[in-house]
T-cell receptor
């Protein structure tokens, strides 16, 4: 039972355009969400996070949107750059569990074409 | 500052063998964790530690042991390797109080069990 789903295994966009990566979750208890980026042969690196008390969080070219009623979040990258080509994982957790559980999606491979 | 280091990078074991995956961090982080990543799946938490002397189980702890005698080191032991443990293993640490804070990941250990 996948509680965090990234239904698009891959995405290809042109350099300079917007990349939109989607993530759906089923557990209504989740109230904190994170995005990690992973390059081949490296560990994931933290990108951005959002609490359920917000519906948007922005950090430079990266914006995460949260739609609690739809149990959906998305990561927008504007403008996309070739260096953004990586696998992106969304992850979700529950603050009240003492931050001791985190569920990852299966990832979306983003390819930004020059 | 080396961050999070993992050794070895690659390992091949035979079924029934035991081994220890090493993880060390030099950032004085209290929180450390071990994940495995299998093809087409997200990262799954094996064990975590909130500080020296304190460990707890994650989502998939069976077949693995951990200990945390120092803040810096968090080794993962496979007691009797099985083909189902073929995976890429990541160690991570965080300054904050748990998994919902930014985690810093090591480069991973690719383990094959024959």
């Amino acid at each position: 039972d996948q509680q965090v789903k990234q239904n698009s295994p891959s995405l290809s966009v042109q350099e300079g355009r917007i990349s939109i990566l989607n993530c759906d979750y089923t557990n209504s208890m989740f109230d904190y969400f994170l995005w990690y980026k992973k390059y081949p042969a490296e560990g994931p690196t933290f990108l951005i996070s959002i609490s359920s008390i917000k519906d948007k969080n922005e950090d430079g070219r990266f914006t995460v949107f949260l739609n609690k009623s739809a149990k959906h979040l998305s990561l927008h990258i504007v403008p996309s750059q070739p260096g953004d080509s990586a696998v992106y994982f969304c992850a979700a957790g529950v603050m009240d569990t003492g931050r001791r559980a985190l569920t990852f999606g299966s990832g979306t491979r983003l390819q930004v074409q020059p | 500052n080396a961050g999070v280091t993992q050794t070895p990078k690659f390992q091949v074991l035979k079924t029934g063998q035991s081994m220890t995956l090493q993880c060390a961090q030099d950032m004085n982080h209290e929180y450390m964790s071990w994940y495995r990543q299998d093809p087409g799946m997200g990262l799954r938490l094996i064990h975590y530690s909130v500080g020296a002397g304190i460990t707890d189980q994650g989502e998939v702890p069976n077949g693995y042991n951990v200990s945390r005698s120092t803040t810096e080191d968090f080794p993962l032991r496979l007691l009797s390797a099985a083909p189902s443990q073929t995976s890429v293993y990541f160690c991570a640490s965080s300054l904050g109080q748990g998994l919902l804070d930014e985690q810093f990941f090591g480069p991973g250990t690719r383990l094959t069990v024959l």
